[in-house]
């Protein structure tokens, strides 16, 4: 069944959008004036999980039953050993502390109440009790390579994208920015690198083609079809076949390959869609034209789809989190840093506008 | 024991009213203000128990240096401020 109801995370509040008569509404505003980093629907048992960062007072998580927001636990950080000093990229010391939570997933369906979260600075924890408390995945923190993320996206390296294994929940792919794609397939308890074959323009040349040194902007996996990932990547598109060992660089692609967000049909492996973007000196839509690309043949082909969005002096920037796809892969929804929010019912072949004057858009979510 | 207000702007995410509370240093005095509030804890200190990047504390009108140990003395009669930094936005 098609989702009616999206939740909008935005710089200024939580939005929930809903169908009514054919057309997307605004239905409700939670935490009017709050930053709103995520959210995650977890569709196991209803709950839902919203990222605040307050700022001055720090990274909170809330969480639904249905009957309203109540501050639950966020995640923190291990006590920095007595001596031990870290430095980050800008040879600062590293403070181990939740700078951002980047990521939101629902563990599998064996193991109810199992919520993954990755954060700012590179710190990946697990909660077992539905958020009422998270423990920090010790075994990826202490890897030696861990040290070698970078910033990206932020001053600080991050955990953006959690994709757990539909068919065995204990293998879990997540993706850094900078840092590459990490795989565990003991539920966190050991990790080795993934994604031979991406390319980063961003280091010398003897670094190219180190899987550490990719920036990852966004990792996807297609559910009924687990082996193929789909990354948008600093520098390009890339696509897997054999769950993220290796990585085909697709190109070509216009107006662009640069890009913060992918998400690929639930069903259907060779379907995915991008927001493109002038890579990436800019970050604008190319010729101030907001535009969709899907591929439907693997990467092979792309369609620009512009019916519905603005074609003139559009300069919205659509962040990793702000695509969205519902569970039929017919619905597809996304968000702006200018405050545009679109809907589309056909798989993207034209759009509806919701709203062009919201607060910069974070994260879209369907649920 | 030395007197502790907080910011208006942290009251409507968790209430911290003024009170007062024992200790020789701001790191004392937040502990046992912490003790029986221990909601307000992560809104003032990060994860490393230090002071969050945008929070500043004043001890009978001079801001604290130690940001990390809150090592700076409050005497028996101190007034101590929990604020916002305005670099913080």
Redesign the interface.
Known sequence: MMSDRLMVSTRKGLFTVTRRGGSWEIAEVDFLGDNVTLTLTDRRDGLEYAALDHGHFGVKVHRSTGNGWEEIAAPVYPPKPEGYEELDMWGRPLNWSTARIWALAAGGADEPGTIWCGTLPGGLFRSIDHGKSWEMVRSLWEHPKRKQWMGGGADLPGIHSICVDPRDSKRVWIAVSTGGVWFTQDRGASWAQRGEGMRAEHVPPELTHDPIAQDVHCLAQCPAAPQRMWVQHHNGIFVSSDEGKTFSEITGVEPSTFGFAVVVHPRDPDTAWFVPEIKDEKRIPREGKLAVTRTRDGGKSFEVLTKGLPQSHAYDVVYRHALALDNTGGRLAFGSTTGGLWVSEDQGDSWACVSHTLPPVYAVRFG | MAKVMFTP??QR?VPCPETHAAGCTVGEVLANVFAVNP?AR???L?????L?K??TVFVDGTMIRDRTRLADAVGEASTVYVF??LS??
């Open positions: 702007n942290i995410h909601d992560g809104y003032v990060d994860d490393q128990s230090a969050r945008h929070i916002q930094a913080g936005g």
